[in-house]
């Protein structure tokens, strides 16, 4: 009963907290990981490679701004080709190349690129054999720009199993992992922005669809479970369970990017 008159009956510090949140910076934008390549100097005839960039499209805002030639590599067939379309309709030079292609084991040679772009596809492989393929191929000045997605201390027990299941989710996604594989591939962080969940607030913030769209959506999943599951089978729904939860993990804290740009040491 006394917690219930502190809180009900006007003891909760609201302005404190609110204060708090009303004074705090705003949440940082989407499109930082594009501003870390101006800290490195990009121009034209450099070569960048977009790892796991499926279609490339976030490339090609680079070649736009920077007249580099693109490499985009992904193991998906359908990615690529509906790229190279794109990429032919707007009339983009240097015309990227689309490259079928594990990152992994990257069909590239040594020394021969100046930046590679991996946009959240890190819990998609084995960051040790996906940093020493950095490694191999970057040239001796060029740089790793980084967008990396990880389960914080909050995703917790069967959640954190729910994430495994529903995701293809690789050791890509535990923080620890990364930084030893990217030590042991001899590269070494210049520099490390921690945004947690910032550019998802903003998004919020800015009224985005998705977001909206994907609570909703897992609303109707999880009052649907039963109709879905026995439609689809538990590991496709697992999927989509993930998929629609995405967003609402970052707003949580439960998944926090953190964006690096690395170097060789
Ligand atoms: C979540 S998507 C991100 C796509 C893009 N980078 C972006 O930010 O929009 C992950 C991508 O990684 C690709 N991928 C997964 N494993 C890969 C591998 N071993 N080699 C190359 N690409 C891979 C997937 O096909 C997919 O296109």
Same mark, same amino acid.
């Given at each position: ?65 920077? *007249?580099?030639?693109? #490499?985009?590599?992904?193991? =998906? ?6 790229? %190279?379309? +794109?990429?032919? !309709? ?95 591939? *001899?590269?070494?962080? #210049?520099?490390?922005?921690? =945004? ?6 903003? %998004?919020? +913030?800015?009224? !985005? ?57």
């Amino acid at each position: 009963m006394r917690r219930s008159l502190e809180i009900f009956g006007g003891g909760a510090p609201d302005d404190i907290v609110y204060g708090i949140l009303e004074k705090a910076p705003p949440p940082r934008e989407r499109g930082l990981m594009a501003k870390l390549v101006e800290s490195i100097g990009l121009g034209a005839g450099d070569i960048v490679l977009d790892a796991g960039g499926y279609s490339g499209h976030h490339g090609f805002e680079l070649v736009k701004r920077f *007249g580099c030639q693109l #490499v985009v590599m992904d193991i =998906v067939e359908d990615g690529l080709r509906g790229g %190279r379309n +794109q990429a032919l !309709e707007m009339g983009l030079q240097p015309l990227p190349m689309f490259v079928r292609g594990d990152v992994q084991a990257m069909p590239l040679r040594d020394s021969s690129i100046d930046l590679i772009w991996a946009c959240d596809m890190l819990g998609c492989v084995e960051p040790d054999a996906f940093f020493r393929e950095c490694s191999r191929v970057l040239r001796t000045a060029g740089r790793v720009i980084v967008q990396a997605v990880y389960m914080t201390e909050r995703l917790e027990g069967a959640e954190r199993q729910r994430f495994f299941d529903g995701n293809p989710s690789s050791p890509g996604s535990e923080r620890e992992l990364v930084e030893s594989a990217i030590d042991a591939a *001899g590269l070494s962080v #210049v520099q490390a922005e921690d =945004v947690g969940s910032e550019e998802w607030e903003h %998004r919020l +913030q800015q009224g !985005e669809q998705r977001i909206r769209e994907d609570l909703l959506t897992l609303s109707r999943l999880l009052r649907h479970e039963d109709e879905v599951r026995s439609a689809v089978g538990d590991k496709w729904f697992q999927h989509y369970l993930a998929r629609h939860e995405w967003a609402s993990h970052f707003l949580h804290g439960k998944l926090g990017t953190v964006l690096y740009v690395l170097g060789r040491r």
